[in-house]
């Protein structure tokens, strides 16, 4: 009684852990068995690992691989830093201010964001036309632009999230900072900034791997090769069917993801600290 009992509490939920992890690693182990197979193809990657080298590994530097990275690193890191700044900014007057017109923005931000972001491309393409004739740094093919359409399409879904986040600051530690003397600044930089890092990690990371992943908007707006992201480069490798190179794309896709990984690992500590402590704010 007692062992049909633990499995019905408790024991069952081994089994379906382990059919998770398998789900969610297969896939990785998969895309790593043909980064190191040297005959860079899936055909022949039905066993795994059955042919090992690196040949795929060094093939990239005959590529502009590395030079797809740093945009992408580029471009990921700006859109990261852009949508903390302008998002925390909203969010903050949104949240302490007391406005005309306030309640009427943040309904028309959520309005917004309930369109598909599909609908823009076309619109998103033609402004961009048009800048470039005045402003060629705000033109197609400039990765300035992509980092602005970036930050204007994340903008109201930012705001929102840290919107939430900055009313579970208690408004005493505002309103004590101003008797003291503090500035609005001040008490932005120096009090709420810190006490919001959480929600400001979490806004980083999406925008971060938002702007790493995505293939649309930076195949529509960037068109020459040196300014591509790893996304449209390594797209180029097998959009062929009959010349596709799927072990160079295996070995690009698995450097590709280290830093996603690596800024994950760095702010895992926020993340969860923001989950929990914003499940007990009231």
């Not at 040297?38 to 060094?58: K, M, Q």
């Not at 028309?108 to 998103?124: D, H, S």
């Not at 705000?138 to 939430?164: E, H, Q």
């Not at 806004?203 to 702007?211: G, H, K």
Request: proline share 3%; glycine share 10%.
């Amino acid at each position: 009684m007692g062992t049909r009992r633990w499995w019905a509490e408790v024991g069952w939920k081994y089994p379906v852990g382990a059919v998770i992890v398998f789900y969610a690693i297969f896939p990785l182990v998969y895309a790593l068995s043909a980064a190191l197979d040297p005959r860079g193809s899936l055909a022949g990657s039905s066993r795994l690992f059955s042919s090992i080298g690196l040949d795929n590994f060094s093939a990239l530097s005959d590529t502009m691989f590395w030079t797809w990275v740093t945009n992408t690193l580029v471009i990921g890191g700006a859109a990261a830093v852009g949508a903390v700044m302008m998002g925390a900014a909203a969010a903050y007057a949104f949240s302490r201010f007391r406005f005309r017109g306030r309640r009427v923005s943040l309904t028309t931000l959520l309005i917004i964001q309930m369109f598909p972001q599909t609908v823009a491309f076309v619109a998103v393409f033609l402004l961009l036309i048009a800048l470039g004739n005045v402003v060629p740094a705000l033109g197609v093919n400039s990765r300035l632009a992509l980092i602005c359409v970036y930050l204007g399409g994340a903008l109201g879904a930012n705001t929102f999230l840290m919107y939430g986040f900055f009313n579970s600051v208690p408004r005493e530690i505002d309103e004590a900072a101003t008797i003291d003397g503090a500035s609005h600044a001040q008490i932005y930089w120096r009090l709420i900034m810190p006490l919001v890092t959480p929600i400001l990690a979490v806004v980083a990371l999406l925008a971060f791997i938002a702007a790493f992943g995505d293939f649309i908007l930076a195949r529509i707006v960037l068109t020459s090769e040196e300014n591509w992201t790893l996304a449209v480069g390594m797209y180029q490798w097998v959009s062929n069917q009959l010349t596709s190179r799927w072990g160079l794309f295996a070995a690009g896709a698995v450097i590709g993801s280290i830093p996603v990984l690596a800024l994950f690992l760095s702010l895992q500590r926020y993340i969860v600290g923001g989950l929990s402590a914003g499940s007990v704010k009231g």
